[in-house]
């Protein structure tokens, strides 16, 4: 790190000191201890700009406080009968870490097969919130307390097996997800692997590029089929996805590998478990004179800076092939 990055990591730090109580609280449970490193996050995202990251960080923490972040983790999607048809339309799990010199851990994405059609967009919104805490809150603090060292991002296999051109129907609700870690998870990826792409893969990818932010259409990597030999170079056997497991997998191939997107996968399992607990721990201390919040489904704002023009959406989705 040279000096005019640890001179701007300086001077954002004096000036997030300066903010609101309430925005202070909900950047130490941002941070998770670790300060710095958020502060680079933001540093990062603006080109090292301190005025502009300060400005990103102040409306991330303010996002955070309107909408309750800190809270979301006791708010379980209920019943789980909803719970369940949303991880089933909604596919992603944690397949394993990377290799142990690293140690970060590899997110499974079904970006072909998810249908998203079981519930509202705001409970896929919720639900992604969700995991992105989860992950920031308990996955990565416990890579890092593995590790002897900070651990603070991920890598992600996005699985295009049964991709059409008939998913970018739900190019608001990937708009709203691409909104919501730019502007506030910011850096938290290390690189996106695409793998098990079809032919029409292009022809989405056309569509939701200019979607996304420059830094990320960087990590991006399209591997050749399922990815496994360059997968392999970062993360061993065990962390394969169950779709990159052989050439022409699908979600119910991959030679026996667990599938983690589903339910029933110690990571699901583990994370509901959590937020359940959380749930029953809010309404004891409720009960003993403190506030309990709203339960279930809750509405998560997007900031109406960041709002997409629909016209024009529309039109590029016309224009694709």
Known sequence: MGVASEHAIEL???????????????????????????????LKAREWSVPKAHEMLVACLKWRVQNQ???????????????????????????GHSKQARGLPVFAIGAGLSTFDKASVHYYVQSHVQINEYRDRVILPAASKKHGRHVGTCYKVLDMTGLKLSALSQIKLLTIVST???LNYPEKTEAYYVVNAPYIFSACWKVVKPLLQERTRRKVQVLQGCGRDELLKIMDYASLPHFCRREGSSRSGGGGAADC???????????YGYMMKRRAEGKEEAGNGGKLGKEGSFHVEVPEAEAIEWEEL???LGDAP
């Open 12 to 42: 954002l730090s004096m000036l997030t000191d300066e903010v609101d109580d309430p925005l202070k609280a909900t950047f130490q449970n941002m941070h998770q201890g670790h300060p710095t490193h958020a502060l680079m996050r933001f």
């Open 314 to 316: 529309h039109r590029k």
């Open 261 to 271: 997107y589903s339910l029933d996968h110690p990571f699901h399992q583990r994370m």
């Open 180 to 182: 919501v870690d730019d």
């Open 69 to 95: 972040i800190d809270d979301i983790l006791s708010k379980p999607i209920t019943p789980a009968g909803l719970y369940r048809g949303i991880r089933e339309s909604q596919l992603i799990g944690l397949s």
